[in-house]
C-alpha cells in the first residue's frame, strides 16, 4: 500500500506460452501460479490466462507477469496469433522426449514469433519433461545451443517435480527488465567455470604432490 493507503501499481509484462499440444503448457503454469500438477489436466482450448507478482529482491524491483497459455492444437494455431502480438516475453515449450516437438519449436513456433512478435520481444525455451531423462529424444547441447543462436534463455523443466520453472520466469521476467541480464548471466556462468577449471587444476597438483611424497617415503624403507 502507498502513503495514501491506495494499492501500489506495478508494472505488467505479458509472458505467452507456445508449443505443440501435450508438451506441458499448462502443468507449467499451474505449477508455477498454485504450485500444484494434474498429470490428467485436459488440453487448452484457445488460450488461459493467469498473473503473478514476482519481486526481484536483488534489483529491488517488483513485476507482475501476465501468462497466457495458448493451445496448440492445428485448428487453434490462426487463433494463437491474436494472443503474442502484444506479448512482452514468449517461452516456447519442447517435450524432450518427442523430437517433433523440438523441430517445431524451431521451424513452426520460432517462426510464428519472427513474423508475429514484437522484434524486442524476449525470448525463452523450456525443455520440459526432464524427469523423463530416460527417454530424452533432444540432447541438452543441441537445445540450448539452438537458444543460443536466437538469443533465448534456456531452462530444463518438469512441472512434475517442479524443477527449473521458478527460475525460468525469474529469468525471463529479468530479462525483460534488463536487457543486459542475459550477458550478465552468460559472464557469470564463465566466471564459474574458469573457477571450476582451476579449481580441478588444483586438485590435481595437490593429488600429484601426495602420490610424490608418497614415493620419496616408499624410497627410505
Do not use: H
Not at 42 to 51: D, L, R, V
Not at 121 to 139: H, Q, S, T, W
Request: hydrophobic content about 30%.
Amino acid at each position: 500500500m502507498t502513503e495514501g493507503g491506495e494499492e501500489k501499481k506495478f508494472p505488467q509484462c505479458k509472458v505467452v506460452l507456445l508449443g505443440d499440444s501435450g508438451v506441458g503448457k499448462t502443468c507449467i503454469i499451474s505449477r508455477y501460479i498454485s504450485g500444484s500438477f494434474d498429470s490428467n489436466s485436459a488440453s487448452t482450448n484457445g488460450a488461459s490466462y493467469a498473473s503473478k507478482k514476482v519481486e526481484y529482491k536483488d534489483i529491488n524491483k517488483t513485476l507482475i507477469l501476465d501468462i497466457w497459455d495458448t493451445a496448440g492444437q492445428e485448428k487453434y494455431k490462426s487463433l494463437t496469433k491474436f494472443f503474442y502480438k502484444d506479448a512482452a516475453v514468449a517461452i516456447l515449450v519442447y517435450d524432450i522426449s518427442l523430437k517433433q516437438s523440438f523441430e517445431n519449436v524451431k521451424n513452426y513456433w520460432y517462426q510464428q514469433i519472427q513474423e508475429n512478435g514484437d522484434k524486442n520481444m524476449v525470448l525463452g525455451i523450456a525443455g520440459n519433461k526432464c524427469d523423463l531423462y530416460e527417454e530424452e529424444a533432444v540432447p541438452e547441447a543441441e537445445a540450448r545451443e539452438f537458444a543460443s543462436s536466437i538469443g533465448a534463455i534456456f531452462g530444463l523443466t518438469s512441472a512434475q517435480n517442479n524443477t527449473g520453472i521458478n527460475e525460468l520466469f525469474q529469468d525471463a521476467g529479468k530479462k525483460y527488465l534488463d536487457p543486459n541480464f542475459q550477458q550478465k548471466l552468460e559472464v557469470e556462468k564463465e566466471e564459474k567455470q574458469v573457477d571450476e577449471g582451476e579449481k580441478v587444476q588444483r586438485l590435481t597438483l595437490e593429488k600429484a604432490e601426495v602420490k610424490k611424497e608418497k614415493k620419496k617415503k616408499s624410497g627410505f624403507c
